[in-house]
């Protein structure tokens, strides 16, 4: 079945990863800017970055038939130093306008800290400036809950587009508190943390199908980047008709996606 | 939609394995020479809250809730760039 696979590191993964999620019917997919896994010593370790995410990556995709697009920004690990994440944050105007580049994410907080939080503050003016939707990592496990709720207050306080707003990482817990304040929602299928297929479902059973998206975020770690496609098996196997299924992997991350000037099918 | 006991069907075996999962960490814990920490009464905290979750809360949420930290003010710096798994109240060792 056809899908779009919105939050994946690629730049983490095999060529074999590839071949796979093509085969199963993956025609599109996103890449984050994020953590390498470790803190990278200097801004020009994020211009390097940033030509992987525009310029080898989709090239690579390409070859398995995929469309590659990207986000950008400092993500929240590395943006506890102020002085180096505005050093990063300047290179963002020189990679926005790149055919593949679809907007500032994923920005948000980790350890939920004051300076996380002002760098979180100056990327929604990036977005706001260039016009561009905002994608947002919610912190860790016992961090998401208040994570979650100092990213809405400063979402409020920015006065942002909350249809071109995608909060990612929602578990039972937050999902309710995002999808109430009128933004979109994603969830992360991981074997060991965040929603296994069967929490995803119950969440999408619970809140609904509309302005929710789910996905692999396949990295580094432990992560499957056939998450999302196994879910949407076991969401037949929970009787959900094939056109329920369609709308959450493929009709719903498509329609938020198509805010983004630079994203087509 | 399928029935309760369709669930069951689909459901029940994985969630019993879980469940023996979960006493034999616990037994585990018992076992083992040395101290627990905070995450011990965390978890604890937890399974009693997935039993009686408060009024308008599942019990996901309630063991979500159990485990988050509450306060409402950005901490002053990252002392560690990972999450435990549990809120560490009152900073315990």
Request: proline letters at 6%.
């Given at each position: 079945?056809?899908?779009?696979?919105?939050?994946?590191?690629?730049?983490s993964?095999?060529?074999?990863?590839?071949?796979?999620?093509?085969?199963?019917?993956c025609?599109?997919?996103?890449?984050?800017?994020f953590?390498?896994?470790f803190?990278?010593a200097?801004?020009?370790?994020?211009?390097?970055?940033?030509?992987?995410?525009?310029?080898?990556?989709?090239?690579?995709?390409?070859?398995?038939?995929?469309?590659?697009?990207?986000w950008?920004?400092?993500?929240?690990?590395?943006?506890?130093?102020?002085?180096?994440?505005?050093?990063?944050?300047?290179?963002?105007?020189?990679?926005?306008?790149?055919?593949?580049?679809?907007?500032?994410?994923?920005i948000?907080?980790?350890k939920?800290?004051?300076?996380?939080?002002?760098?979180?503050?100056?990327?929604?003016?990036?977005?706001?400036?260039?016009?561009?939707?905002?994608?947002?990592?919610?912190?860790?496990?016992?961090?998401?809950?208040?994570?979650?709720?100092?990213?809405?207050?400063?979402?409020?306080n920015?006065?942002?587009?909350r249809?071109?707003?995608?909060?990612?990482?929602?578990?039972?817990?937050?999902?309710?508190?995002?999808?109430?304040e009128?933004?979109?929602?994603?969830?992360?299928?991981?074997?060991?943390?965040?929603?296994?297929?069967?929490?995803?479902?119950?969440?999408?059973?619970?809140?609904?199908?509309?302005?929710?998206?789910?996905?692999?975020?396949?990295?580094?770690?432990?992560?499957?980047?056939?998450?999302?496609?196994?879910?949407?098996?076991?969401?037949?196997?929970?009787?959900?008709?094939?056109?329920?299924?369609?709308?959450?992997?493929?009709?719903?991350?498509?329609?938020?996606?198509?805010?983004?000037?630079?994203?087509?099918? | 939609?399928?029935?309760?006991?369709?669930?069951?069907?689909?459901?029940?075996m994985?969630?019993?394995?879980?469940?023996?999962?979960?006493?034999?960490?616990?037994?585990?814990?018992?076992?083992?020479?040395?101290?627990?920490?905070?995450?011990?009464?965390?978890?604890?905290?937890?399974?009693?809250?997935?039993?009686?979750?408060?009024?308008?809360?599942?019990?996901?949420?309630?063991?979500?809730?159990?485990?988050?930290?509450?306060?409402?003010?950005?901490?002053?710096?990252?002392?560690?760039?990972?999450?435990?798994?549990?809120?560490?109240?009152?900073?315990?060792p």
């Amino acid at each position: 079945m056809k899908y779009i696979e919105p939050h994946a590191h690629m730049v983490s993964r095999t060529t074999a990863d590839y071949q796979a999620i093509a085969q199963v019917g993956c025609e599109a997919l996103c890449e984050p800017a994020f953590w390498a896994g470790f803190d990278r010593a200097s801004a020009q370790g994020f211009y390097d970055y940033y030509r992987q995410l525009t310029e080898y990556e989709p090239a690579r995709a390409a070859k398995f038939g995929i469309k590659h697009f990207c986000w950008l920004c400092i993500n929240p690990k590395e943006a506890e130093d102020p002085v180096f994440a505005r050093e990063v944050m300047s290179l963002i105007p020189d990679f926005i306008d790149r055919p593949n580049v679809l907007g500032i994410g994923e920005i948000g907080l980790n350890k939920n800290t004051k300076n996380e939080l002002i760098i979180f503050e100056e990327h929604l003016e990036i977005a706001k400036k260039f016009d561009r939707p905002i994608l947002i990592h919610t912190p860790h496990l016992e961090d998401k809950l208040k994570g979650t709720r100092l990213i809405l207050d400063a979402l409020k306080n920015a006065n942002v587009d909350r249809d071109r707003v995608i909060i990612d990482h929602v578990e039972e817990h937050t999902a309710p508190l995002v999808l109430n304040e009128g933004y979109w929602a994603g969830m992360t299928l991981y074997p060991e943390s965040k929603c296994s297929p069967a929490r995803a479902i119950d969440i999408l059973e619970t809140f609904g199908m509309e302005r929710i998206w789910m996905n692999s975020s396949c990295d580094w770690g432990i992560s499957d980047p056939l998450a999302v496609i196994k879910c949407a098996l076991e969401m037949k196997t929970r009787q959900h008709s094939a056109e329920i299924i369609e709308k959450v992997i493929y009709d719903n991350p498509k329609a938020f996606l198509s805010q983004c000037p630079n994203f087509s099918l | 939609m399928p029935t309760k006991k369709d669930i069951q069907d689909l459901y029940f075996m994985d969630s019993r394995f879980k469940l023996l999962e979960i006493a034999s960490f616990l037994d585990r814990i018992d076992r083992h020479d040395g101290q627990a920490d905070f995450r011990h009464p965390a978890f604890m905290k937890a399974l009693k809250a997935m039993q009686n979750p408060p009024e308008g809360t599942t019990r996901a949420q309630a063991v979500h809730l159990a485990l988050s930290d509450h306060s409402t003010e950005p901490a002053e710096a990252a002392t560690i760039q990972f999450a435990l798994g549990a809120h560490n109240e009152g900073g315990q060792p």
